[in-house]
């Protein structure tokens, strides 16, 4: 399936690298934000901390101490119910401990002093709600604020710089997508075309390189509906014009007295007849406009019917099949192209017989004779033969080829001993060169 649509497989996999891409990115840049956010904040527990030290050194009344606080919108929450949910629910931002030099206090009139040591002080910036508070720990006193003028990160901007972005690579390859859909049509129309149809349009609207690729298309169709016509008409017209004559000489040659001159002129017009009809089944297959229709027959019954058409005596062939062995072909073609391996092995077979076997699913076709001169290739040209005869035109091997291509085999060749064995290999399991 992905095979099929790699263009587009292509496009979709370009758009999820480019959104996780942007995505990692914009998430990047919000975890340095909010880090940056919370050090500006946190800032503020030097000056918080100054003051906590202050009024746990006494050196400032309580009422001192809020009135600072408040004078840095800092509020302290006396509800014990508020102080536990910010407590237990809150989310730690940041936290630090610290611990103010020796604070020298002095108590007499002749500056004798003592020196207070001020346990270390832990501030933690706590976010509950979308509020900022700080708590503040020390080993005899905690209180938890609440900053009234600081509220927590909110990415709003960024949120809204990747959301258009994002919507703009969205549509873009949207667009992307849309103009190439074109494709997937332009696609099952080529293999319409390519499977027959004839009627099947690539003309297309737009000045786009798709649709200038469809509409060169569509007038190379044209072009070829006009060739394959042309064509037709002149192989109907050539066919009907050979087989005329041919059939007003075998009648004349009928009525000939001299039957020495009579025979002859009948194999020349029955040779002609063949090769007439060796050329359109070469046509045919080799355009591929053969309807093959597949059924399932007793490989018996087409040797049978290949012994008839290759018109030779029975016992000149020796079968050794199972009757009950059946293979699904196109029975006309599959009956020529057995048909003109045994007229083969028969023809070239210095006593006139021939041997058909089968070995697994391979079918053999074994007759006594001179091993081939040249590799099996060679052969299967139109055309090629080694001995020129006068019965023989150098196609049916060709023919043969071509058939069993169409029905999943192919056609091999092993010298076994001084027998010759011209095998029909299925395709799936080939194992011969």
């Not at 074109?182 to 129309?189: A, D, F, S, T």
């Not at 089944?281 to 290759?310: F, P, T, W």
Request: aromatic content about 10%; glycine content about 4%; charged content about 25%.
């Amino acid at each position: 399936m992905v095979k099929n649509n790699a263009v587009i497989a292509t496009v979709l996999f370009a758009l999820a690298v480019t959104v996780a891409s942007v995505s990692y990115t914009f998430f990047q840049l919000y975890e340095i934000n909010r880090a940056k956010h919370i050090d500006n904040i946190f800032t503020k527990h030097s000056l918080i901390s100054q003051i906590y030290h202050t009024y746990l050194l006494k050196q400032i009344s309580e009422p001192m101490f809020e009135a600072n606080l408040a004078l840095y919108d800092l509020d302290d929450i006396t509800s014990q119910q508020e102080y536990e949910k910010v407590i237990r629910q809150g989310k730690i931002l940041k936290s630090d401990g610290t611990t103010d030099p020796t604070v020298v206090d002095l108590t007499s009139f002749d500056s004798s002093y003592s020196a207070q040591s001020v346990q270390p002080i832990i501030i933690s910036m706590i976010e509950y709600q979308g509020k900022i508070y700080f708590w503040v720990e020390s080993s005899h006193h905690t209180v938890l604020l609440q900053d009234r003028n600081i509220a927590s990160y909110n990415p709003i901007n960024l949120l809204s710089a990747y959301g258009t972005l994002m919507s703009m690579l969205l549509i873009s390859f949207a667009l992307i997508i849309h103009r190439l859909s074109p494709l997937r049509k332009l696609r099952r129309q080529i293999a319409r075309f390519g499977e027959g149809d004839m009627g099947v349009r690539f003309k297309m609207k737009g000045s786009d390189e798709i649709a200038l690729i469809a509409n060169e298309l569509d007038n190379t169709q044209h072009k070829i509906r006009s060739l394959i016509e042309s064509r037709n008409l002149f192989l109907r017209n050539i066919m009907h014009e050979l087989k005329t004559p041919i059939a007003k000489g075998r009648i004349v040659a009928t009525m000939m007295n001299d039957e020495k001159q009579q025979g002859r002129f009948l194999g020349i017009f029955e040779r002609l007849e063949s090769l007439i009809g060796e050329f359109a089944l070469i046509e045919e297959i080799s355009s591929g406009s053969q309807h093959v229709e597949k059924k399932e027959y007793r490989l018996v019954d087409i040797i049978d019917g290949a012994i008839d058409s290759a018109m030779v005596e029975y016992d000149s062939v020796q079968c050794t099949i199972d009757g009950t062995i059946k293979i699904d072909v196109d029975y006309r073609l599959f009956v020529t192209a057995v048909k003109n391996l045994i007229d083969n092995a028969i023809k070239y077979s210095p006593d006139k017989t021939m041997q058909i076997m089968v070995e697994g699913e391979e079918i053999i076709f074994m007759n006594i004779g001179e091993p081939l001169k040249n590799p099996l290739s060679y052969y299967i040209e139109p055309f090629t033969k080694d001995h020129p005869t006068k019965d023989s035109f150098g196609l049916g091997l060709y023919i043969v080829d071509a058939i069993l291509k169409e029905h999943g085999y192919v056609l091999a060749y092993e010298r076994r001993k001084n027998i010759n064995c011209f095998i029909f290999v299925p395709v799936k399991s080939t194992k011969r060169k």
